[in-house]
């Protein structure tokens, strides 16, 4: 599967973007979409993921309450609604996709499939 990350831009603190991940070659049937974000300097860290089976969502700490990651109903198109963005929100946005079907949702060595990475730049 491969996977096209895009929806990136500038906008101002405290504004809105939504990020897409549009899956091809095959749809999403099992396992987790996960969105993932990469600073200058920083390691990749994860943001969000949806169970793709029973549509349970998973956030970290820092994007609680501002962010929301959805799917569509065709199985192909997943979405990271972002609100009240920061500039620490600054970063390389990725998603991925994993088939196995453990809790491990943040954990970026067992996504299989990766997108390419959209830019994510909030101004203060």
């Known amino acids: 599967v491969q996977l096209q990350a895009s929806g990136g831009g500038l906008v101002q603190a405290g504004g809105r973007l939504r990020l897409s991940c549009v899956a091809s070659?095959?749809?999403?049937?099992?396992?987790?979409v996960g969105w993932f974000r990469q600073a200058p300097g920083k390691e990749r860290e994860a943001v969000a993921a949806i169970n793709w089976s029973n549509g349970v969502t998973y956030y970290v700490d820092s994007v609680k309450g501002r962010f929301t990651i959805s799917r569509d109903n065709a199985g192909n198109t997943v979405y990271l609604q972002m609100s009240s963005l920061k500039p620490v929100d600054t970063a390389v946005y990725y998603c991925a996709a994993k088939e196995d079907y453990t809790n491990r949702y943040f954990v970026t060595s067992v996504y299989d499939y990766w997108g390419q990475g959209t830019q994510v730049t909030v101004s203060s």
């Open positions: 070659g095959r749809t999403f049937s099992s396992g987790a």
